[in-house]
């Protein structure tokens, strides 16, 4: 009769808990540095982009369409989508 307890379980259950732990930090390391699982971003079409409203900054508060600032000149234009 021995009186030590039996430390296969516990050990079993840690080795467990590490392999998890190493686990879910690879796969968060994974996921937080490539773009396997995200949805691939649409190109905005001339269409749309003209159809856009755009606010003025500043005193005067004013809304204009966007294809308006293309109808007397060129312009360069960066869409970008803001979350929220």
Do not use: H, Y
Not at 17 to 41: E, M, Q, Y
Not at 57 to 68: D, V
């Amino acid at each position: 009769m021995s009186f030590l307890p039996d430390f296969g379980i516990f050990t079993m259950g840690m080795w467990s808990v590490g392999l998890g732990a190493i686990g879910a930090a690879v796969t968060g390391i994974v996921l937080a540095n490539t773009d396997l699982f995200l949805s691939k971003p649409e190109k905005a079409t001339l269409e749309f982009l003209e159809e856009i409203e755009l606010k003025t900054l500043g005193a005067e508060q004013g809304t204009f369409k966007a294809g308006e600032l293309w109808k007397k000149n060129g312009a360069v234009i960066m869409a970008v989508r803001r979350p929220g």
